[in-house]
């Protein structure tokens, strides 16, 4: 999918790769296969990817320092798509929007997943494996699909949140689009409808590799479940949280589908248009080409800086564990 | 960069490939057999009338795609950059400045070039006539929205958007207002008027109901576009140019356009149901609103999302007299393959026997002036509105109308202007700040 | 029997209270689309809303699947065919470049594996303008390769197959084969392949839930209605019955429901997907 897919629909593989070469150094491979193969293997790999993965990024930044009219002229425009970025208010709101989204989505959902992995890492849980499977079920649904039904459940007037929300006394219909906040939680909603499961099952799996002896000597001792589950549970899903959040963070930035169905302007006070959705109007409704590429490069620099803290937090945090 | 690329040979490859295995691409082609694919929105192009045109012609196919009108535009645009499968193309007039400016006609083909064939002679259509020819059925600022600066022919209209007050008659008979249609029209002769009327009948609700939303209309922001288009001048004033010259900021009758509308909207009498949601859907069962501004294309739109309130609408005249919203220009994007069957079906479609014909089934006010002293259009009454004399009041008020000069990016002001309302609606922001964003939003559109 | 279960393994009905509540929430979407598509307007919007489903499900049914200029069959389809191609392609090519990585030794191996790991961070909208003008020069748009060609590979897939090969074939039995003689295809073909069976069927189900779910692009580079994929055509319901809840709705539940009886099938085995590409520890 390089360069088109949502971010977050893909499977999670033990990422990590800068832990992995200091437990390893690097993969050894196999010394008495033929290492030539090598290239005819990743050669129609290499291909396709360098043509649709890796040229449309190099043409991109070459066209962000243009003023690029699909139907009209174009012209070379040096920087000033990019300084033009930085004083366009809409871009800091985009990204205020994008991490709040963000927030809003990532963390009550790493503690549910955590929760939730936790009462399923029970051996004696009945219906185990029904229980996990259900999880995965708002995973596979599509976006535009979801966003239809949630609209719908809360709209301001005839929504059936608004319809159990003012069950309350006192309480008045809540709109859901027009409030910043409230958008931004419709829209989390959606979000972590989605994947809280999947969430969940990345932290069960860490969790079943924690050898049962830790927790029965902690019962032993005389922890209550509170503590083992704060000194022996949660300090061995470092990494599990840091990927989690480090995937959360890339699939945060590309958020689109959701706020785009809601309002294609993404809303009146732009209260929540995300990065992409930015990204998305410049180039196909504004028809500005060269500075959507610019908002597409700035988005870049932002995953990298947030890979490069999370790569600092991760080493320190791994430097300082006990293995 | 991108020459380096098709030189790859892999590439090179892969286009045989797509070419090869035409099955994804070519359109099938039986013999004399023509489909014409129309990407349209709304109620432009009428089953029944498409209906007649396939009886009159088996041989042609005709395929309305309907999108919204801003994803329609926006596929216009990748499609004339790429090519691709359409035939007509409906354009709404605010978009009319986009594509009659710069090099953006070309996407278009010149309807002066065209020349009617005989295959609608016995149809009431003569032979041989290019759009100079059919020019003189059509109002003629219609008309000119469909000419482009370089004065090809780009678009031919279809309807014109006049803009009256329907009301509900039950509800303002329960409301203590009067329900004669005269009587009604007499209420408003201004918009304050018109506020005052909307307040009047806003304090006769109960809680209960003005706490699920209901009010005088649907949506007090929709105001906006009806006092705009009642002046002579919008955001461009025509100075010569193809651009014309910017004066959304010094227009006094944007302004007032704005003044009037914040008022409407802090004087609580709308039900803040967005037009053309599900919820104004559902509002106008309930009877969550008793006035919509309805141009004449929506009346259809009535008829068909309430069905059960028949009877209990009646038309009154706008507040101030004369208004305007929408109206579409139908166009042959110039990669068709089916030119002439396009243009055989415009020019049809759109002579002013069959616009009647669509005005009496679907409410569309024509835009061939030609009928406008006709008694067949003068005399129609529709039933669904209490029997009002439709024809004869949307004609009184399309021929108020002056013509207004429609620059290039005309929509998306139009539609920035919308939003900053909404945030006065909303309550997000006062509507002094929200006019300077608005200013400042725009500004932005006209830079990189 | 309760004496033997250790205090720390107990689990209280509150456990399963949750587990409850969280199938409930996990389901009620895709009931509430039901509910929704099959009864008219006024029933949802009353206060209570109708719960129950209503009468008009098959017709509302058949509006969408006859919707006119909308095509949702045909969408059905190309979804299905764009879905599994993606997936072959991406197994197969991901496969192979992913024993390379994994197993064999040549000159840039560390290289080409750190420039697809950096290029995995890249956000996938950068590209999207480019992508676009060149599918115009290649003469894709408008075409189901248009969606298929980009996706054919992705890194991430190379890299997630170079982590499983390492991590679930051993060295030693492909020293052994090679040493027996055997040529690096056929060590790849008849010890490495059939070992990965079921991480490549994970991987395969996964990118085909991508293409079916995916839906920037198709808007972008489809025009044809007879060529979208069925997000595509979701979204072109709304201008056609804009103002109806239960089409817009009964819609998403028929774009919905293959994926549902998929997962029945296949649900189990994308759970012990999920949880062997996870980081352990």
């Known amino acids: 999918m390089t360069l088109i897919e949502e971010g977050k629909g893909r499977p999670k593989a033990p990422l990590t790769p800068w832990k992995k070469k200091k437990e390893k150094k690097q993969l050894p491979g196999v010394a008495s296969l033929d290492g030539r193969w090598g290239y005819p293997a990743i050669a129609p790999f290499f291909l396709i990817f360098l043509v649709f993965g890796v040229a449309p990024v190099l043409y991109s930044i070459y066209i962000a320092f243009f003023k690029w009219d699909p139907l009209g002229e174009s012209e070379f425009n040096g920087i000033n798509n990019f300084i033009f970025l930085l004083q366009d208010s809409d871009f800091w709101i985009a990204l205020r929007n994008t991490f709040s989204i963000w927030a809003l989505s990532t963390f009550p959902q790493l503690v549910v997943a955590i929760s939730l992995a936790a009462i399923l890492r029970n051996k004696r849980l009945k219906g185990k494996s029904f229980w996990r499977t259900i999880l995965l079920v708002p995973n596979i649904t599509s976006i535009i699909a979801i966003t239809i039904v949630f609209q719908q459940l809360f709209g301001r007037d005839y929504g059936l949140i608004n319809g159990l929300l003012t069950l309350i006394p006192g309480v008045d219909n809540i709109d859901f689009i027009e409030g910043i906040i409230p958008s931004h939680i419709q829209i989390a909603t959606m979000i972590s409808w989605r994947w809280v499961g999947y969430n969940t099952l990345i932290f069960l799996a860490s969790m079943l590799a924690i050898p049962d002896e830790l927790y029965e000597s902690a019962s032993v001792d005389g922890a209550s479940k509170w503590q083992q589950f704060k000194y022996?549970?949660?300090?061995?899903?470092?990494?599990?949280?840091?990927?989690?959040?480090?995937?959360?963070?890339?699939?945060?930035?590309?958020?689109?589908?959701?706020?785009?169905?809601?309002?294609?302007?993404?809303?009146?006070?732009?209260?929540?248009?995300?990065?992409?959705?930015?990204?998305?109007?410049q180039a196909f409704l504004n028809n500005k080409y060269g500075y959507a590429a610019a908002i597409g490069i700035a988005i870049t620099v932002i995953v990298l800086i947030i890979s490069a803290i999370n790569f600092v937090i991760t080493r320190r945090i791994s430097g300082e564990g006990s293995r | 960069m991108s020459k380096s690329l098709t030189r790859n040979s892999f590439l090179g490859a892969l286009v045989a490939l797509a070419v090869s295995a035409g099955v994804l691409t070519a359109p099938a082609k039986a013999a004399e057999q023509v489909t014409l694919t129309i990407w349209t929105f709304g109620e432009v192009i009428q089953p029944g009338?498409?209906?007649?045109?396939?009886?009159?012609?088996?041989?042609?196919?005709?395929?309305?795609?309907?999108?919204?009108?801003?994803?329609?535009?926006?596929?216009?645009?990748?499609?004339?950059?790429?090519?691709?499968?359409?035939?007509?193309?409906?354009?709404?007039?605010?978009?009319?400045?986009?594509?009659?400016?710069?090099?953006?006609?070309?996407?278009?083909?010149?309807?002066?070039?065209?020349?009617?064939?005989?295959?609608?002679?016995?149809?009431?259509?003569?032979?041989?006539?290019?759009?100079?020819?059919?020019?003189?059925?059509?109002?003629?600022?219609?008309?000119?929205?469909?000419?482009?600066?370089?004065?090809?022919?780009?678009?031919?209209?279809?309807?014109?958007?006049?803009?009256?007050?329907?009301?509900?008659?039950?509800?303002?008979?329960?409301?203590?207002?009067?329900?004669?249609?005269?009587?009604?029209?007499?209420?408003?002769?201004?918009?304050?008027?018109?506020?005052?009327?909307?307040?009047?009948?806003?304090?006769?609700?109960?809680?209960?109901?003005?706490?699920?939303?209901?009010?005088?209309?649907?949506?007090?922001?929709?105001?906006?576009?009806?006092?705009?288009?009642?002046?002579?001048?919008?955001?461009?004033?025509?100075?010569?140019?193809?651009?014309?010259?910017?004066?959304?900021?010094?227009?006094?009758?944007?302004?007032?356009?704005?003044?009037?509308?914040?008022?409407?909207?802090?004087?609580?009498?709308?039900?803040?149901?967005?037009?053309?949601?599900?919820?104004?859907n559902i509002g106008m069962n309930k009877g969550a609103m008793a006035t919509i501004l309805a141009p004449a294309w929506m009346l259809d739109y009535i008829k068909k999302q309430a069905p059960d309130t028949k009877g209990k609408w009646d038309i009154a005249d706008l507040p101030v007299g004369g208004g305007n919203q929408g109206g579409t220009q139908l166009a042959i994007p110039s990669y068709s393959k089916n030119k002439q069957a396009a243009y055989d079906f415009l020019t049809w479609y759109l002579a002013p026997e069959q616009q009647l014909k669509v005005f009496k089934t679907y409410g569309l006010f024509p835009s061939t002036s030609?009928?406008?002293?006709?008694?067949?259009?003068?005399?129609?009454?529709?039933?669904?509105?209490?029997?009002?004399?439709?024809?004869?009041?949307?004609?009184?008020g399309v021929l108020k109308l002056k013509p207004i000069f429609e620059g290039e990016l005309q929509r998306k002001i139009d539609s920035t202007f919308g939003a900053g309302l909404g945030r006065v609606a909303s309550k997000k922001m006062d509507s002094k700040k929200s006019y300077a964003l608005v200013l400042s939003d725009i500004d932005k559109l006209f830079k990189n | 029997m309760k004496r033997n279960v250790p205090k720390w393994q107990k689990t209280s009905k509150l456990h399963y209270l949750m587990l409850g509540l969280i199938t409930f929430l996990s389901i009620f979407p895709f009931y509430w689309m039901f509910i929704v598509s099959s009864n008219t307007d006024a029933e949802i919007s009353k206060t209570p809303p109708s719960l129950v489903p209503g009468p008009r499900f098959l017709e509302v049914a058949g509006k969408v699947l006859s919707a006119e200029g909308v095509y949702f069959t045909k969408a059905l389809t190309n979804t299905f065919v764009v879905g599994i191609a993606i997936a072959v392609a991406q197994v197969i090519f991901s496969a192979i470049a992913g024993f390379a990585f994994a197993k064999l030794h040549f000159k840039g191996r560390q290289f080409s594996i750190l420039f697809i790991v950096a290029t995995m961070m890249l956000p996938s909208q950068l590209g999207i303008v480019p992508l676009f003008i060149m599918a115009n020069k290649l003469n894709l748009v408008n075409t189901l390769y248009a969606l298929i060609v980009p996706a054919l590979v992705t890194a991430f897939g190379v890299f997630w197959m170079r982590q499983i090969i390492d991590a679930q074939v051993p060295n030693e039995i492909l020293e052994a084969a090679s040493i027996d003689g055997a040529s690096v295809p056929r060590v790849f073909w008849s010890i490495v392949?059939?070992?990965?069976?079921?991480?490549?069927?994970?991987?395969?189900?996964?990118?085909?839930?991508?293409?079916?779910?995916?839906?920037?692009?198709?808007?972008?580079?489809?025009?044809?209605?007879?060529?979208?994929?069925?997000?595509?055509?979701?979204?072109?319901?709304?201008?056609?019955?804009?103002?109806?809840?239960?089409?817009?709705?009964?819609?998403?539940?028929?774009?919905?429901?293959?994926?549902?009886?998929?997962?029945?099938?296949?649900?189990?085995?994308?759970?012990?997907?999920?949880?062997?590409?996870?980081?352990?520890g």
């Open chain 3, 193 to 280: 392949l059939p070992s990965i069976r079921q991480s490549s069927f994970v991987l395969g189900l996964f990118a085909f839930l991508a293409a079916w779910n995916d839906y920037l692009w198709p808007t972008i580079v489809l025009q044809s209605p007879e060529r979208f994929t069925l997000q595509v055509a979701l979204t072109q319901l709304k201008p056609l019955y804009g103002l109806d809840y239960s089409l817009q709705m009964g819609g998403a539940f028929l774009a919905t429901a293959p994926l549902l009886i998929l997962f029945i099938f296949v649900g189990r085995r994308l759970v012990s997907g999920v949880m062997d590409g996870a980081v352990k």
């Open chain 1, 232 to 281: 022996v549970t949660l300090p061995s899903l470092k990494n599990t949280i840091t990927f989690v959040l480090i995937v959360g963070t890339i699939g945060g930035l590309q958020v689109f589908a959701e706020p785009q169905q809601l309002n294609a302007e993404g809303g009146s006070t732009k209260q929540f248009l995300t990065l992409t959705l930015f990204l998305y109007n």
């Open chain 2, 370 to 396: 030609v009928l406008y002293d006709d008694a067949a259009l003068l005399e129609y009454k529709d039933e669904f509105f209490s029997n009002a004399p439709v024809g004869q009041i949307y004609t009184k």
């Open chain 2, 49 to 280: 009338l498409q209906r007649e045109y396939q009886k009159l012609h088996p041989e042609v196919k005709i395929v309305p795609i309907k999108n919204d009108v801003d994803p329609l535009h926006q596929k216009t645009i990748l499609s004339c950059q790429t090519g691709g499968p359409a035939d007509i193309i409906a354009f709404e007039t605010p978009y009319s400045g986009y594509w009659r400016t710069g090099n953006r006609p070309n996407c278009f083909q010149d309807l002066r070039q065209m020349k009617t064939s005989a295959t609608n002679a016995d149809a009431g259509v003569a032979a041989g006539q290019s759009a100079n020819e059919i020019k003189k059925n059509y109002l003629p600022w219609r008309w000119e929205q469909g000419v482009a600066f370089n004065d090809s022919v780009i678009g031919i209209p279809t309807d014109v958007g006049g803009l009256q007050v329907a009301y509900r008659t039950d509800l303002f008979k329960k409301a203590g207002l009067p329900t004669d249609r005269g009587a009604v029209s007499k209420l408003w002769p201004t918009w304050d008027k018109f506020i005052e009327t909307g307040q009047k009948y806003v304090s006769k609700l109960t809680a209960a109901e003005k706490k699920s939303g209901k009010g005088f209309i649907d949506d007090a922001g929709s105001i906006y576009a009806a006092v705009m288009n009642q002046g002579s001048v919008k955001y461009y004033q025509p100075d010569g140019t193809d651009r014309g010259k910017l004066v959304y900021k010094t227009n006094p009758q944007i302004k007032k356009a704005w003044d009037t509308t914040v008022k409407a909207l802090n004087s609580g009498i709308g039900a803040r149901l967005g037009q053309f949601t599900s919820d104004w």
